[in-house]
Nanobody, 120 residues
Framework: QVRLVESGGGLVQPGGSLRLSCAASGTIFSVNAMGWYRQAPGKERELVAEVTTAGSTNYADSVKGRFTISRDNAKKTVILRMNSLKPEDTAVYYC??????????????WGQGTQVTVSS
């Protein structure tokens, strides 16, 4: 019943910007953190950015200074603002909510994934 709804992916030219949004819906009592991961073909899935309910943030070194993550705990929503995009940012981006407490369950939830392509 818990679902992560992602939006904002697409095609953008190098140097451009995109805004990714992820909203959690369903019966959720608490969430420890929400964030974004990405996976390019032939590569491991990696953390892009994450924000905890306390407001702490973590970024991959490759995106520091270019990406910014923000949260709305009441709405269980996270926003990833991506600037100065590079071709190497091309990947499927997955929204993640970890430490999700639902009815009789505690675990992680993943979104379906949204494609981000940076190309001219």
């Amino acid at each position: 019943q818990v679902r992560l709804v992602e939006s904002g992916g697409g095609l953008v030219q190098p140097g451009g910007s995109l805004r990714l949004s992820c909203a959690a819906s369903g019966t959720i009592f608490s969430v420890n953190a929400m964030g974004w991961y990405r996976q390019a073909p032939g590569k491991e899935r990696e953390l892009v950015a994450e924000v905890t309910t306390a407001g702490s943030t973590n970024y991959a070194d490759s995106v520091k200074g270019r990406f910014t993550i923000s949260r709305d705990n009441a709405k269980k929503t996270v926003i990833l603002r991506m600037n100065s995009l590079k071709p190497e940012d091309t990947a499927v981006y997955y929204c993640n909510a970890r430490g999700v407490l639902t009815i009789g369950r505690l675990g992680d939830i993943w979104g379906q994934g949204t494609q981000v392509t940076v190309s001219s």
